[in-house]
């Protein structure tokens, strides 16, 4: 039986845990609100690009690109992101296991993240590119990663480049989603949906040969630009749950621990006065 003296140094102990995860809750809590609010935001525009897209597409017949060019698949990439740090609970080992999916040796990986780094290296895949990305992604973070992408399609490297990150769905709910980035001629406005012209009718000027040259690059950057966004809510929303849930089970084993203390010490006390009683009584 464990000591009071021994209870009362886990107390101290597991009541420490507490307030460092419950600092850390506070802190994701605090980011994920900003994190939410932008990925959400950036939605409709990301829908309504693919939309414009594909109807130029439609009234472009003839406009041919590289990125939009249909080739037999022989090699793919895979662009996987992470996070920079752990504490976040099953949300990089749920991805992980998407990525084990893909052939180790024809499959060239670009790593978004400290966390998808050492889980490619560590599993001894093709490693091509690492980048980081801040808790509030730029457009210049997004570009070096579509640059690259880019880069191995065109240098025929890959037939198809994929991404791979944690969708947001909600505080509770993270999901991983693969999408193909290039070519963009399949390029998904939802999971599972493909790209539709839009009821609506446009007017491209000149022409939409040189309004899709135009947009092409922009609309890629801005794609891997939204998926930074998803995964970062994803990364601090999955954060404050297990933070919460560290904090809430610590705060139980206090709990546990005080009641177990205080059984033990109620438990001393009773044997030192039945001593007592029976020293008095054997003294007369």
Known sequence: MPSTRDIRRRIKSVRSTAQITKAMQMVASSKMARAQQVAVASRPFERLADQVVAHARAGALDFTHPWIEERE????????????????????????????????????????????????????????AEFGYHDTPTFGEALAVAQCAWELHEGAEVDEVHILYTRFVNTLSQRPDVRTLLPMGRMKTEPGAEAKPPPIEFLFEPNPERVLEGMLKYLLVFEVMQVLLEAKASEHSARMVAMKSATDNANQLVKDLTLEYNKIRQ?????????????????G
């Open 267 to 283: 438990a001393t006390i009773t044997k030192e006065l039945l001593e007592i009683s029976s020293a008095q009584m054997a003294l």
């Open 73 to 128: 698949v022989r090699k793919r990439a895979l662009i996987v992101v992470a996070t920079d740090k752990g504490l976040c609970g099953a949300l990089n080992t749920n991805l992980f296991r998407e990525v084990a999916r893909y052939e180790a040796a024809t499959t060239p990986c670009i790593a978004v993240g400290r966390k998808a780094a050492q889980y490619l290296a560590r599993s001894r895949r093709k490693l091509v």
